[in-house]
T-cell receptor, first 111, second 109 residues
Framework: KAGVTQTPRYLIKTRGQQVTLSCSPI?????VSWYQQTPGQGLQFLFE???????NKGNFPGRFSGRQFSNSRSEMNVSTLELGDSALYLC??????????FGSGTRLTVV | QKEVEQDPGPLSVPEGAIVSLNCTYS??????FMWYRQYSRKGPELLMY????GNKEDGRFTAQVDKSSKYISLFIRDSQPSDSATYLC?????????FGTGTSLTVIP
């Protein structure tokens, strides 16, 4: 059974640019959540999508957005990148509250 | 105050030691409790899951939940170098997960 696939694995962008990250959940999982992980803040919830609808949203500025497609694949977009956006972005899919399965993440570096 | 508090460590123990990792929480509505393990350059992986007060054992791992004290623990017996990782506690209310910041553990051979 394939796991959660995130692409790309590594990304270097310049301040002011925008970036799109992709996540393919486990087959059959309809819920996809995105997290930002930094050494100081730990895992911070960005948003959750379920059946193409945003179900929950964390406390991030509007520069962070996402969407989910009919096949449950999800993308997140960050516009006008700032240095502080450098982080590991993790996608997780789940069937229910029984727990997430995380991808390996996309390491974003903003220079 | 954060909803989930976890001592970041780092924690360093000799091989074979018993490790105790802990989290406290403030929201009594949390229903499900989990522990994740995260190796370097990888995403977190689910280690233990429980939904009630008491102990749950899986091999060398025991998860303990005390809802009256709002306190959860993960015990690792006979720790191995391969247990060296960051351990994150997580709690669920409704559809939302809340994570601790993680405790970094190193088991020295």
């Amino acid at each position: 059974k394939a796991g959660v696939t995130q692409t790309p694995r590594y990304l270097i962008k310049t301040r002011g640019q925008q970036v799109t990250l992709s996540c393919s959940p486990i087959s059959g999982h309809r819920s996809v959540s995105w997290y930002q992980q930094t050494p100081g803040q730990g895992l911070q919830f960005l948003f959750e999508y379920f059946s193409e609808t945003q179900r929950n949203k964390g406390n991030f500025p509007g520069r962070f957005s996402g969407r989910q497609f009919s096949n449950s694949r999800s993308e997140m977009n960050v516009s006008t990148l700032e240095l502080g956006d450098s982080a590991l972005y993790l996608c997780a899919s789940s069937l229910s509250h029984y727990g997430y399965t995380f991808g390996s993440g996309t390491r974003l570096t903003v220079v | 105050q954060k909803e989930v508090e976890q001592d970041p460590g780092p924690l360093s123990v000799p091989e074979g030691a018993i490790v105790s990792l802990n989290c406290t929480y403030s929201n009594s509505a949390f229903q499900y409790f989990m522990w994740y393990r995260q190796y370097s350059r990888k995403g977190p992986e689910l280690l233990m899951y429980t939904y009630s007060s008491g102990n749950k054992e899986d091999g060398r791992f025991t998860a303990q939940v005390d809802k009256s004290s709002k306190y959860i623990s993960l015990f690792i017996r006979d720790s191995q170098p391969s247990d060296s990782a960051t351990y994150l506690c997580a709690m669920v209310h409704g559809n939302q997960f809340y994570f601790g910041t993680g405790t970094s553990l190193t088991v020295i051979p």
